[in-house]
């Protein structure tokens, strides 16, 4: 698994410079993003880049997501961000519409804009992580931060970054509650959904989940196969959707809050996609083949659709398919 996240990650560097490229700047950057706080219900927070709304209908990439839990007790936040910038950010949103102590942080994934603010954090911040993320941190974390610097740009507060430990871990399948106080909370693994180390976050007074990466933002935002396991994906997306209530709120990795209706997007994608791989295969397609004729234009309207879809899902599913088979 380690060696195969390395390898992708270089075909992601690759694919998201030229994209950087093209807009002459940072896929976003860390340096201008402004984050805002909505009221989802009664101490239940979102916070998302002020232009989130703007850019996800375009399909255009939007920067980090999360949100803060409010207890008596104190707070929980989900996901630390990129940089210290940012991180202050959240702290100063949590100061000013709950002025309590963050007593916990939850990483919904190893990746940098998730977890590198985890060095910001008060001390008396306990961090929650699934174990494969933690693992991941301890074993590459000199390769992530340059890969984080060669797609976000230098200058943006990554070189000062060093990893920091888990203070709970979360292990495969797992599911643990935190009781901060009139608000408890849920931490669910449901099993691989894009680095094998995703962690969902559950308040279900409000009824809401914060999902990380695994649904990045609305439609016509697409899943990314990062580490393969097409049929692993499509299983954890659809126990994601069977465990929500029709009316839940969905806070996506990267974008402003949805519904759990809008889920039903990345799940079609992600069966078609299934669909088409397998008849080609049966075809006995090759895999250059199978990339010709699995267009599925119906999806294309996410701005990294030419990477995403062609030279990274499609091949993931040929493979995942094909080893099955």
Known sequence: MKKTMIAVSIA???SLSSFAVTANEPVWDANKI?????????????YYPSDAKELEVQGLPVATSGGFIVGEKGVLII?????????????GMVKKEAGKPIIYAVNTSF??????????????TRIIQHEVAQNYIQTHFEHD?????????KGRG??????????????????????????????IDFGFAQTGGDLFVWEPQSKTLWSGNPIITVQPSLPWLLDGHLLETLDSLKKVMAFLPED?????????PMKRADIQWHVDYLQTIKDQVQAAIDEGLTLEETV??????????????GWVHPSLNVPAAYKDLTATN
Do not use: W
């Open 34 to 46: 402004q984050l805002i706080a909505e009221k989802l219900d009664n101490g239940v927070y979102a």
């Open 111 to 124: 990746h940098g804009d998730h977890s590198y603010g985890n060095m910001y954090l008060p001390k008396e």
């Open 248 to 256: 839940a709120t969905v806070v996506p990795g990267h974008g402003s």
């Open 12 to 14: 992601v560097t690759t």
């Open 79 to 91: 996901d630390t961000m990129l940089n210290e910038r940012l991180n202050k950010q959240v702290q």
């Open 145 to 153: 931060t340059q890969f984080m610097m060669h797609n976000f740009g």
């Open 158 to 187: 990554i070189e000062e970054v060093v990893p920091t430990k888990a203070d709970i871990l979360v292990g495969n399948g797992g599911n643990i509650e935190i009781d901060l106080g009139g608000k408890k909370v849920e931490i």
């Open 292 to 305: 010709a004729k699995v267009q599925m234009p119906e999806f294309s309207g996410y701005a990294l659709y």
